[in-house]
């Protein structure tokens, strides 16, 4: 059974820094696709930014040159390192993971159909 866990989330101001984690158990770890995604009060769900087998990644243009996805597959832990961070960056962040997309949805920030998710972790930017 895979099991996501994130934390790191909080409160900060704008301007601000946070790194999420996202500690991964159940499987081998660099075998899979592994996103984050955010969603704020009244929207949907979307990508934020995405990291292949190989550790190439993806962002969405309002996070990118501020977010830095990354993972250790020694810790089975899958990252997000949040800079510059705005008001608008304000959500529950999720990770996922899915061991069998295909090369095209793997390290694609907007692909949602990831298999395992875990419970999210808020973070919360103010002016």
């Known amino acids: 059974q895979v099991h996501l866990v994130e934390s790191g989330g909080g409160s900060v101001q704008a301007g601000g820094s946070l790194r999420l984690a996202c500690a991964a158990s159940?499987?081998?770890?660099?075998?899979?696709?592994m996103g984050w995604f955010r969603q704020a009060p009244g929207k949907e769900r979307e990508g934020v930014a995405a990291i292949d087998r190989d550790g190439s990644t993806s962002y969405a243009d309002s996070v990118k040159g501020r977010f830095t996805i990354s993972k250790d597959n020694v810790k089975n832990t899958l990252y997000l390192q949040m800079n510059s961070l705005k008001p608008e960056d304000t959500a529950m962040y999720f990770c996922?993971?899915?061991?069998?997309?295909?090369?095209?949805?793997?390290?694609?920030?907007?692909?949602?159909?990831?298999?395992?998710w875990g419970q999210g972790t808020q973070v919360t930017v103010s002016s």
């Open positions: 996922a993971a899915d061991a069998n997309l295909s090369l095209d949805l793997c390290g694609d920030y907007v692909n949602p159909y990831y298999n395992y």
């Open positions: 159940g499987y081998t770890y660099g075998s899979y696709c």
